[in-house]
């Protein structure tokens, strides 16, 4: 490609994260894991994360949600990113869904009790997985389960907006918004306009 | 003391003020220009080199504020620049959107660059079909002032012949994305076009300006000034002039006029001290944005003008129109699954669009009249938006998303309303906004004409995407509510019969010699094209006349 990327606004922008550090949701976890801000100012180590909305029964339940959706796997998930701050922070402002999260929450936690005899929480992780699929998988749904789906979806989502926003979301992507160029990016594959022989080339 | 009296008092800086002023001043007069706002400063309010984890709310926006619906562009990078004090109401029945840039430059310090401009098949649309009537002037009259406001801004395109679309002069085009080869190809089978977009944003530096560094996100503001906006590349020629004195958080509230009822200056309400203050000058020239201009005209009552200045024809805040926009198709590109990401989002929606193809032989060859555009957009975004339809959780669906990441595309519609008798914007008889001027009430439902173009445009984009190999995966359930495109028009039509229009071919009010009209307000119709690189070429042509009418001794300089 033609251009050059050059990150953009570098400094400000960690001068601008470490002002921030106190208040910003999802800080607390993701600046230790991104490997490229090696300024020692930044090494300090931030206080525990206290919810704003979710109780302290309730928290670590989102926590183990969020790494369920996007989950460390070879790169960082949900949980280096902090998405269960951001999630809490998000609906400690919004108060269309606090209800719906909270209610949610007590539904899966009953639901979890009922079938496997113990909170959410404290399953092991294949036990929570197969309580989820039929929440989050349409070839496993089972009837009368249409609360937990919404609750689900409505988890999922805002996991996928917490991780997606979070400097860890964009390397997963390799996201370019990060960059400059010099001129209008191109297509590399002038031979092949309708891009019929891409997969081949590049798997 | 004597009351200073200025040339001409110009209400807004966007970019039929802007153009204006600069015109205006570079001709010797002396122009005081009011602005609603404040100045913005690009280092501190324009926060698109930030990425969302260093915003409060990640870029999304604080969730409260969002439920209130202000419009794409009035977010969490930009809203301190957009109006949230003056509110608005709506009809019974009417849904309304009415993001207003407050800030000096008005909309265009953000807006979406696709430049094209209305050809003669727009200016003659009634004479092809028989709807409402022809323009009062024909394309070869207005040509080149597009020509020439092409030149002061730079518009990146290619000449491409197209009926609806005249060619302009151009700097190099933006280069084609790999979806765009893929698209160019699918439009090629169903036999629509698919061509570079006309877009206002440097790929050369020009003028003076630089060329773009293509980051992206050109809607939340460009602090070198890389796509035109008024604060760059006009008010500082004006400023040069030493002509103008531009008074910032200065709300119009009406235009005086004297015993004949020609205007003698603007009331206006400076927000910093909450007090009414009046302005002087021989001519005036409102450019507040097209349905602000018309709450202005209306609440300018006087013995006079009973219903408002120049309004003898009773068509002020009339023939409201507005841009159809929606997603009429959205889906992916098998092709690009599981490849490299690659930049494609460094011009928003403008690299590519559809220009008009409908009607262009036969003005009646479809179920509907006129014609509508397409903006095909997708590929690499910020946020993977399509992550929410995927099924699942877990490790699959986080590599599915980094798949599926470079793939999906989407089709925009831009549809012009047709005007109707039921369309308008009056003043509310009960609501006043905080300073006591009553707010605007907007009537305004979608015509049976424009939905049938959502309709088609479905069924095209579909076409195209399944013709390119993509998979159709759905399309807006509805058009997006009224106003969201912000390209309103039609409150001070122009017209060569007094009794029909606001304005005349010039922009000058019939009744109110002078009293000039200087933004998407004085469009007869709305066409399938933007509406800024029009309003700048027509408030250019304006400014013109005004000046002449100077010089004629019609009005009398200072």
């Known amino acids: 490609m033609a251009g050059q990327g050059i990150q953009r606004r570098e400094v400000l922008r960690i001068l601008g994260t470490a002002a921030a550090a106190a208040h910003f949701p999802g800080f607390s976890k993701w600046t230790f894991a991104c490997g490229h801000i090696g300024n020692a100012a930044l090494q300090i180590k931030p206080a525990e994360y206290r919810p704003q909305f979710f109780t302290a029964a309730e928290f670590p339940m989102v926590e183990r949600l969020t790494e369920i959706i996007i989950p460390s796997d070879g790169t960082p998930g949900a949980k280096e990113a902090g998405v269960a701050e951001f999630i809490d922070f998000m609906v400690a402002n919004d108060p269309d869904v606090k209800y719906g999260l909270r209610t949610g929450l007590a539904w899966l936690n009953a639901h979890a009790e009922q079938t496997d005899g113990k909170p959410f929480v404290e399953l092991t992780p294949e036990q929570q997985t197969s309580l989820l699929e039929p929440l989050g998988f349409k070839d496993k749904e089972r009837p009368g389960a249409e609360a937990g789906r919404h609750f689900f979806r409505m988890m999922r989502k805002y996991t996928v907006a917490g991780f997606y926003t979070s400097e860890i979301g964009y390397k997963e992507l390799d996201n370019p918004a990060l960059k400059f160029y010099a001129e209008s990016p191109k297509c590399p594959h002038p031979g092949d306009p309708e891009h019929a022989d891409l997969s081949s080339a590049h798997s | ?306 219903n408002g200045i120049a309004n003898s024809s009773g068509q002020l805040g009339r023939n409201l129109c507005d841009h159809l926009y929606g997603e009429s198709a959205r889906g992916y590109l098998p092709q690009l699954v599981g490849q490299p990401s690659f930049p494609d989002h460094v011009a928003d929606s403008t690299i590519a669009w559809m220009p008009r193809w409908q009607n262009l032989k036969d003005p009646h060859e479809e179920k509907f009249i006129r014609g509508y555009s397409i903006y095909p957009d997708g590929g690499c975004s910020e946020f993977p938006w399509f992550a929410n339809e995927l099924d699942g959780f877990g490790s699959s669906f986080k590599r599915e998303i980094k798949r599926r990441y470079p793939a999906p595309v989407s089709f925009g519609i831009q549809a012009p309303s047709l005007r109707s008798d039921t369309n308008f914007v009056d003043l509310d008889p009960e609501v006043k906004d905080p300073y006591g001027m009553p707010v605007a009430r907007m009537h305004f439902e979608w015509d049976e004409n424009v939905l049938k173009m959502w309709e088609h445009s479905k069924q095209v984009c579909a076409e195209v995407l399944r013709a390119a190999g993509g998979v159709l995966e759905g399309s807006g359930e509805a058009p997006e509510i009224p106003g969201w495109s912000l390209h309103e028009t039609g409150t001070c039509r122009m017209g060569n019969d007094p009794k029909n229009f606001v304005t005349n071919r010039f922009g000058q009010t019939h009744d109110v010699p002078n009293l000039y009209v200087c933004d998407a307000s004085v469009f007869l119709s709305c066409t399938d094209k933007t509406t800024t690189i029009s309003i700048l070429a027509f408030s250019l042509r304006t400014s013109e006349h005004l000046i002449e009418n100077f010089r004629r001794g019609e009005h009398k300089a200072a």
């Open chain 2, 1 to 306: 003391m004597a009351k200073q009296i200025y040339d001409v008092i110009v209400i807004g800086t966007g970019a039929g003020g802007g153009m204006a002023i600069k015109t205006l001043c570079e001709a010797g007069l002396k122009v005081c220009a009011l602005n609603a706002g404040r100045r913005l400063d690009p280092e501190k309010d324009f926060r698109y080199h930030r990425m969302p984890w260093d915003m409060k709310f990640r870029g999304l926006d604080d969730p409260k504020r969002l439920s209130q619906s202000f419009g794409y562009m009035d977010n969490e990078y930009t809203k301190a620049a957009w109006d949230h004090e003056i509110p608005f109401t709506v009809a019974p029945g009417t849904k309304w959107m009415w993001p207003r840039c407050n800030a000096v430059g008005g909309k265009t310090n953000f807006w979406g660059r696709s430049s094209a401009r209305f050809g003669e098949i727009d200016f003659r649309a009634a004479s092809l079909d028989g709807y409402d009537v022809d323009w009062p002037l024909p394309y070869e009259e207005i040509s080149p002032f597009y020509t020439r406001v092409e030149k002061m801004i730079g518009v990146a395109s290619t000449v491409q012949n197209r009926p609806s679309n005249p060619d302009g002069s151009y700097l190099p085009p933006f280069n084609f994305r790999c979806l765009d080869f893929i698209l160019e190809a699918g439009c090629k089978k169903v036999g629509v076009p698919y061509l570079p977009d006309r877009c206002a944003q440097l790929t050369q530096p020009h003028e003076g300006h630089p060329a773009c560094h293509f980051c992206g996100e050109c809607t939340t503001g460009c602090d070198v000034g890389a796509f035109f906006s008024t604060p760059y590349f006009l008010l500082p020629k004006a400023e040069a002039t030493k002509n103008l004195e531009l008074l910032t958080n200065a709300l119009a509230k009406n235009v005086l006029v004297d015993e004949n009822g020609h205007a003698t200056g603007v009331a206006y309400i400076d927000r910093k001290t909450r007090q009414e203050v009046e302005v002087y000058g021989r001519a005036v020239v409102v450019a507040a944005s097209c349905l602000e201009s018309a709450r202005i005209m209306l609440n300018s009552k006087s013995r006079q003008w009973p």
